[in-house]
């Protein structure tokens, strides 16, 4: 696993458990104890975190001017798979479609390419997306409300109770993405609050879309979502696995690839 990964996967554990052991983040990275010592000294350089005797936290009082650009290219060695697939998912999105835009910088970015879409509602835990979004016209908007996880690449609104708000709502589309993906455990998310929302919305709309860049596979992430066969729509890079593609194929999943 790449540091990168390893700091995005803490950032994110951190984000929604608080003050975490050391321990505990070695067993959510499957990395030795001196790799997360060192990356905790590099995400506590950074300003990311605040160490502890033996744990850490995020470092939510960072000003806003030391925090991660917007735009994350410099942050995400990442950004240009990810770039292509929200440009792949874009044109998926119609005029007048009902759809859930998730959390991370995939989604994010898929927001900023449908700002020139007409008479879309558009349903989010994704802050960062509602701001990509407030500077289009002619759409609705609905942020979800919950308590407020920072995650390396994302802001989210989501706790137990978010499901509540979306029971009468039913979507054309939902866009998603996940931490890992595995052949035999399937699709796996970092947080542990997700899961029961994302299965709420697979069971509540009409295409639910995949949007994973090629670093996602090949891994377990701390919580179990579902089958890799359960869900019928994959973006992802032409320079993902070939195991999987062919995997998806072989059983009518169908793959859009940018």
């Known amino acids: 696993m790449y540091a990168s990964e390893r700091e995005e996967r803490i950032l994110d554990y951190l984000g929604t458990h608080g003050v975490t052991p050391t321990a505990v983040l070695q067993e959510v990275t499957g990395s030795s104890i001196a790799t997360v010592r060192r990356d905790l000294n590099a995400l506590s350089s950074r300003g990311l975190i605040v160490k502890t005797h033996g744990a850490a936290r995020l470092n939510r009082d960072r000003p806003a001017?030391?925090?991660?650009?917007?735009?994350?290219?410099?942050?995400?060695?990442?950004?240009?798979?990810?770039?292509?697939?929200?440009?792949?998912?874009?044109?998926?999105?119609?005029?007048?479609d009902v759809i859930f835009i998730g959390?991370?910088?995939?989604?994010?970015?898929?927001?900023?390419?449908?700002?020139?879409?007409?008479?879309?509602?558009?349903?989010?835990?994704?802050?960062?997306?509602?701001?990509?979004?407030?500077?289009s016209q002619g759409l609705s908007m609905i942020l979800l409300g919950g308590d407020v996880h920072v995650g390396s690449n994302y802001i989210e609104t989501l706790d137990e109770y978010t499901i509540?708000?979306?029971?009468?709502?039913?979507?054309?589309?939902?866009?998603?993405?996940?931490?890992?993906?595995?052949?035999?455990?399937g699709y796996s998310i970092n947080s542990r609050l997700q899961p029961t929302l994302y299965h709420h919305l697979l069971d509540n709309s009409r295409d639910f879309y995949l949007l994973a860049d090629r670093h996602k596979f090949g891994k377990r992430?701390?919580?179990?979502?579902?089958?890799?066969?359960?869900?019928?729509?994959?973006?992802?890079n032409p320079e993902t696995d070939g195991r999987y593609l062919a995997f998806y194929r072989s059983s009518g999943i169908n793959v859009y690839t940018g």
């Open 164 to 185: 509540e708000s979306l029971r009468r709502l039913y979507f054309d589309k939902v866009f998603l993405t996940v931490n890992g993906i595995d052949l035999e455990y």
């Open 221 to 236: 992430a701390f919580a179990y979502f579902c089958a890799i066969d359960r869900i019928a729509n994959v973006v992802t």
């Open 103 to 135: 959390a991370g910088k995939t989604c994010t970015l898929l927001a900023r390419y449908i700002r020139g879409k007409k008479g879309l509602t558009v349903v989010t835990s994704n802050i960062d997306a509602v701001v990509e979004l407030s500077r």
């Open 65 to 96: 001017a030391e925090r991660p650009t917007d735009d994350g290219r410099e942050e995400d060695p990442f950004y240009g798979e990810k770039d292509r697939i929200a440009q792949t998912a874009a044109r998926l999105v119609e005029d007048d």
